[in-house]
């Protein structure tokens, strides 16, 4: 008999989401005016170890919100990672600004101050920090290097719920923060995001971006254009009951982290996850693994062998400089980042999700030594 398919990703809802949800439904507080919203946007803020929350549709618009609300001049260089999702060069690029993107520390997988400070030039305006699958950015060295040139920070946290950098919340740091909720997050509401801030201004600012910019005095007069990112009190009722569960979901991922390296620490054609750093232990947002340069086949082939033993995966990012929509622009042309473009080609993550069983990691780690055999 088939063993059946492990996907990739499987989310853990066994908290008070179904109660919270039906207090929704019963009450009739659907919409984005019910009184979950306001509780999850402080106890994100809690979590983070910020003043303000603001909850938004997912966290690609977070980003979007939150780089316009900067209000940087036009033209502006923002440095970003160039390996990160394509979310962060877009909220760039829809800001009027210019993304110049660095490399990765090859073991790690996130952006360094020595990438940082060979790329600002007077044009230079933020930093956008984006933490990776599940260590922080060494963030000290980054931040004393922005306070130097008078740059904004902004600090894209969507992966580290929960996560500390030297004790430090992840999400409590720079001019703001964003996180996202999408099902694969260790805090998820299906769909949705956040972003947070300790500028009572700024995050007056948010708030009226995301609410289209409606005025207080007369609702349907703009002075400015803002975003229908509304978040739904049936999202944030999801969102309350997972943040009461995030240290157990840490403790959880920690622990998947843990098994896979029992499994697969033998394995010499492989690179795994950096379990600790002098700053942080891994998270294990995702469990991703970077082929060796002696196995004769790329990511792709790999989890194409690996999906056809039942094994969900998927994809390392792919890099900003090399992303055809960016390059159509004339952007991030002259760029070459080898350690980012190796780990796009030859990087992959394995089954990661809260609902994963022990067995399943077991199966899945299995079949990565089969085809690597």
């Known amino acids: ?40 946007e402080q106890a994100m803020a809690e979590a983070a170890g910020r003043r303000h929350g603001i909850a938004v549709t997912n966290g690609s618009v977070a980003l979007e919100i939150a780089v316009h609300a900067l209000g940087l001049p036009e033209g502006s260089e923002v440095i970003i990672p160039t390996f990160t999702i394509i979310s962060c060069a877009a909220a760039v690029v829809r800001a009027g600004l210019v993304p110049v993107g660095v490399d990765c520390d090859p073991a790690t997988w996130n952006m360094t101050v020595e990438g940082v400070e060979a790329v600002i030039t007077p044009r230079t305006r933020a930093i956008m920090l984006v933490h990776i699958y599940g260590l922080p950015v060494d963030l000290d060295p980054v931040l ?30 720079g001019d703001v923060s964003t996180f ?17 801030t300790d500028d009572d201004g700024l995050a007056d ?6 609410n289209l910019c409606f005025q207080p ?22 969102g309350i009951a997972q943040v009461e569960r995030l240290p157990r979901t840490v ?36 469990y ?15 989890m194409r062998r690996l999906g056809e033993k039942g094994i969900g995966t998927r994809p390392f990012f792919w890099c900003m400089h090399e992303q055809p ?9 002259d760029e070459s980042h080898p350690h980012a473009e190796y780990i796009a080609r030859r990087g992959f993550y394995l089954p990661s999700g809260l609902a994963l069983t022990d067995d399943e990691i077991a199966r899945s780690a299995e079949a990565l030594k089969e085809i690597l055999a």
């Open 1 to 40: 008999m088939t063993a059946p398919f492990i996907p990739v990703n499987t989310p853990l809802l066994d908290g008070n989401e179904a109660d919270y949800l039906a207090e929704c439904i019963r009450t009739g507080w659907i919409s984005s005016e019910g009184p979950f919203i306001k509780r999850f």
């Open 144 to 173: 004393a290097l922005a306070r130097k040139h008078d740059l904004k920070v902004i600090e894209d946290a969507a992966e580290m719920h929960g996560q500390t950098y030297r004790g430090a919340r992840c999400g409590g740091f």
């Open 180 to 196: 996202s909720f999408y099902p694969n997050k260790h805090v998820t509401t299906g769909e949705g995001g956040m972003i947070l």
């Open 205 to 210: 600012r948010l708030q009226g971006y995301r």
């Open 217 to 238: 005095q007369q609702r349907f007069v703009h002075e400015e254009f803002g975003w229908n990112a509304r978040m739904t009190n049936l999202q944030a009722a999801l």
């Open 251 to 286: 403790e959880i991922k920690r622990r998947i982290g843990r098994l896979y390296d029992e499994h697969l620490g033998g394995l010499n054609r492989i690179r795994r996850p950096v379990a600790r750093t002098s700053y942080a232990d891994n998270i294990y947002w995702v």
């Open 288 to 302: 991703g693994i970077v082929l060796n340069d002696d196995v004769p086949f790329d990511a792709k082939e790999a």
């Open 325 to 333: 929509v960016l390059r159509r622009m004339g952007l991030m042309l």
